[in-house]
């Protein structure tokens, strides 16, 4: 039974919106600066061709592009999400494709590509469950909700049976494939898959299975979206079962997987021995929000935010640049050393949950300079040149995601679950007489409109004021307004004209989050 109150409360905030407000079909965004407008618009006709019918299910997906010709769960449901604003069909196919493809032993495909449906690795990294809840809840689609929920405890049951051999309670790795990291050291002379393609089953010889930080973090994830679509089904005790699950995965991720002397995660192999390799699994994890904010303010510290380590001219590299297994040259579709389209992808699930949104400013801005250089949309570029490797095919969705995203994130208004956030940013290239126009999960239209100094803000055809110097306007789905938020790397003045309110001046620090 759904409790519709619970589940129907984000959609009727979101339809708080006069009756009369203008609507858009899909955002628009133009921008006087020609290179960042073609840029955009070459992605978005990068990722319009790449929505494909894939065999197996019927409806259109949007599919990994470049040198895979198919959708993958480690990534494709969240790419979906990220572009369900230009397609929402697309978004939910994304996740009922999977949840179609179940085995009946609860096994979700790895992959559903042209040529196969895959069973013969779990490759995981994004929570489909996490994916799913946060369409579900942004569409009211109570049907996705429900599949979404079955399906998904019956994964989280087979993972539990087949993936936690050693009795720990983690997540275990069996292949390289698992975690989708091809051609990394941090599985050097591992088979790819697992035996005969059955991800039930581990070769022997490789001191395997191992204790996998990310893909328990996974698991963490999908347990917290599970608790939460519990809740909104009305099943309280299994809500709680699911948070108490997941409360004890962390602690188990925390306890046996972190190495505090190097402020890192590793996978603990069959031997019981750490594999050392500093990588991604960093902000994987992070990405799950498993680490408190005084633990992240230390691996913000000593890795993240270190520009010997992972924060490159071009963040963040596959490896850490000081390790001694970063791979050169730079192979294609390496997880040894570039940095990849899918990290900065999923960088937004965790950069801002932690603060760090000034910081992350630099990031996007120096991703999509490299894109604009290229123009050519692929999976990977060198973290110190930003140059991207030309052996990859292009036209691959994730970096196509990253221009389209980051445009919006950088300068543009984003709506999140119970929030409306606008960037404000002029100067920034893709500020330059831009105007941002933004389809709300209601119904109405969210604008941005800059001049020289900042822009007009409107929703739904009333004006919400002006503001001049850069900032992130926090509001409720309906406009009103909560916080201000420093989202440069320097302190900024700015003038806040809010409408019905009288005008201030303020000097706002980086991620200072000042409530209005």
Known sequence: MIDRRMFMAGTAAAMAVPAFAETTSQPQFTTANARWQAAYDKALAVLAANVQVV???????????????????????????????????????????????????????????????????IQMVVPIAATAWEVARATGDESLLASAYTACSAWDAWLLKYRNTRGTGLTEGFCTYDTGHDNSPRWAGIPPQCPNKDAKYFPAGFALPRLCPDLSATTYGARLALSEMAKALGKTTEADRWSESADQMRRLILEKLYVAEDAAFYDLDANNAFVRVRSDILSRVCGEHVVDQALFDELWTRQIHNPKAFWTNHPMPSVALDDPQFVRPLPKNSWGGPSQALTALRAPRWMEHYGRAAEFSFMMTRWCEGLMADMTFRQQMDPETGKFTQEDLPNYSPAALVMMD?????????????????????????????????????????????DGKGADLSLAGKPLGHIDGVARLVTGKSGTPQSLLGISEKPEKITLRLSGRTTRKLTIRPNERIAL
């Open 406 to 450: 980051y445009t919006w994130r950088l300068a543009g208004v984003v709506e999140e679950a119970e929030a409306l956030h606008w960037n404000v940013r002029p100067g920034h290239a893709a500020a330059q007489s831009a105007r941002f126009s933004l389809p709300t999960d209601g119904g109405a239209a969210a604008i941005m409109t800059y």
């Open 55 to 121: 065999p197996r299910y019927a409806g259109p997906v949007l599919i990994e592009g470049a040198d895979y010709a198919g959708i993958w769960m480690e990534c494709g449901p969240h790419e979906a999400l990220i572009y369900r604003k230009f397609r929402p069909d697309v978004a939910r196919n994304a996740h009922m494709t999977f949840f179609d493809l179940q085995r009946m032993d609860g096994q979700l495909p790895c992959n559903n590509k042209v040529t196969e449906t895959g069973f013969g690795q």
